[in-house]
T-cell receptor
């Protein structure tokens, strides 16, 4: 079974631009979560999509948005980029069942390394 | 909210045993994960505990005490390739999303 894939792997943008990152989950996984990882803050949760609906949202500004398609692929968009947005953006997929069902084991993609200059 | 604590860094010798602790405070509890992350790579799943006790999986074992809000990851027969960051993540409060600790950087030296 193919793992989680993310594109692009590396990206360099300038302040004020916008960027779209893509994630394809493991086949059969309906939940896709996005995380931002920086050396200082660790893994910070952005949002989670399940069956094309945003089910959970972290504490990030509205410049960060996402969506999920009917095939469970997901995109994340960041508008008006700031220097502080430089980070590794990780996507994780899971079966996404109810809490306590043990179906929340997340499988991470390789990430997109975004550098904002 | 949730509070998850792990040591920032640990060092150990090749062939030895190391225990990485994780304490958490949360309302409601639906499980605890351990992930391994090598530098520049994505986290990979190691274990999931939802009941008290020890789960053994090869060289790695994970323990959970829900009453104490405590877990540990035990790594035996350490190898150089075990040098990585180890992330503790808690699923709680009816949330579908685990909250991650800052991670423990483990350095294994010869």
């Amino acid at each position: 079974k193919a793992g989680v894939t993310q594109t692009p792997r590396y990206l360099i943008k300038t302040r004020g631009q916008q960027v779209t990152l893509s994630c394809s989950p493991i086949s059969g996984h309906r939940s896709v979560s996005w995380y931002q990882q920086t050396p200082g803050q660790g893994l910070q949760f952005l949002f989670e999509y399940f069956s094309e609906t945003q089910r959970n949202k972290g504490n990030f500004p509205g410049r960060f948005s996402g969506r999920q398609f009917s095939n469970s692929r997901s995109e994340m968009n960041v508008s008006t980029l700031e220097l502080g947005d430089s980070a590794l953006y990780l996507c994780a997929s899971s079966l996404g069942g109810s809490p306590g069902q043990g179906t929340h084991e997340q499988y991470f993609g390789p990430g997109t390394r975004l550098t904002v200059t | 909210g949730q509070n998850i604590d792990q040591p920032t860094e640990m060092t150990a010798t090749e062939g030895a045993i190391v225990q990485i602790n994780c304490t958490y405070q949360t309302s409601g509890f639906n499980g605890l994960f351990w992930y391994q992350q090598h530098a520049g790579e994505a986290p990979t799943f190691l274990s999931y505990n939802v009941l008290d006790g020890l789960e053994e999986k090869g060289r790695f074992s994970s323990f959970l005490s829900r009453s104490k809000g405590y877990s540990y990851l035990l790594l035996k027969e350490l190898q150089m390739k075990d040098s990585a960051s180890y992330l503790c993540a808690v699923l709680a409060g009816g949330s579908y999303i685990p909250t991650f600790g800052r991670g423990t950087s483990l350095i294994v030296h010869p």
